[in-house]
């Protein structure tokens, strides 16, 4: 089976550029996951999809990030404009439902640099 | 509200030795623990879960984590660890039934000849 995708796997851009990450989930979850991780820091949660809504995204800043899940399959996450804080690994997970018992499988992620 | 606290950033340990790496929660709900591992370049690897029942769970590649409630910890142990082991491992959980994680801030664990 395979697992979670990601693309790119490396992205470096200047600061006030855009910005955006592929995620393919593993095929049937229908939940999908946006973590944001800061080095030295745990993952945090940006945004949760149910299908091709939105559960929670209470911690976007949503004044710069978007996301996406048309379809209810892939899913983009685009930052504009990126700031030098927004330098992190940003991993993409999928489980087959939301109850504790769904294990969250992670993609290998993207690692983000903003000079 | 949750937190995970891993009181480590990094735990040296030389390979064949005995390994344990402390989580603690903080919850007025009833609680669901899990430890994750993150090898170099790689997304997380569930290791093992506490759910419900026996406070004792065994885990993959050998590794062991018992919940104390009483303590409102989840430390992680290992017997004897191996080079393959060095990787970062993260605490986590989650409350009221749902799958949303609460992560610590991570213990890179470092195996030494």
């Known amino acids: 089976e395979a697992g979670v995708a990601q693309s790119p796997r490396y992205k470096i851009i200047e600061k006030r550029q855009s910005v955006a990450f592929w995620c393919n989930p593993i095929s049937g979850h229908a939940t999908l996951y946006w973590y944001q991780q800061i080095l030295g820091q745990g993952p945090k949660l940006l945004i949760q999809?149910?299908?091709?809504?939105?559960?929670?995204d209470s911690q976007l800043p949503k004044d710069r990030f978007s996301a996406e899940r048309l379809k209810g399959v892939d899913s983009t996450l685009k930052i504009q404009p990126a700031k030098l804080e927004d330098s992190a690994v940003y991993l993409c997970a999928s489980s087959s439902g939301t109850s504790t018992y769904n294990e969250q499988f992670f993609g290998p992620g993207t690692r983000l640099t903003v000079l | 509200a949750q937190s995970v606290t891993q009181l480590d950033s990094q735990v040296p340990v030389f390979e064949e030795a005995p390994v344990e790496l402390r989580c603690n929660y903080s919850?007025?709900?009833?609680?669901?623990l899990f430890w994750y591992v993150q090898y170099p370049n790689q997304g997380l690897q569930l290791l093992l879960k506490?759910?419900?029942?026996?406070?004792l769970v065994k885990g993959i590649n050998g590794f062991e984590a018992e919940f104390n409630k009483s303590q409102t910890s989840f430390h992680l142990r290992k017997p004897s660890v191996h080079i393959s082991d060095t990787a970062e491992y993260f605490c986590a959980g989650s409350t009221g039934g749902g799958n949303k994680l609460t992560f610590g801030t991570g213990t890179q664990l470092k195996v030494e000849l």
């Open positions: 919850s007025s709900v009833s609680v669901y």
């Open positions: 999809f149910q299908n091709n809504g939105v559960v929670d």
């Open positions: 506490y759910l419900s029942g026996s406070t």
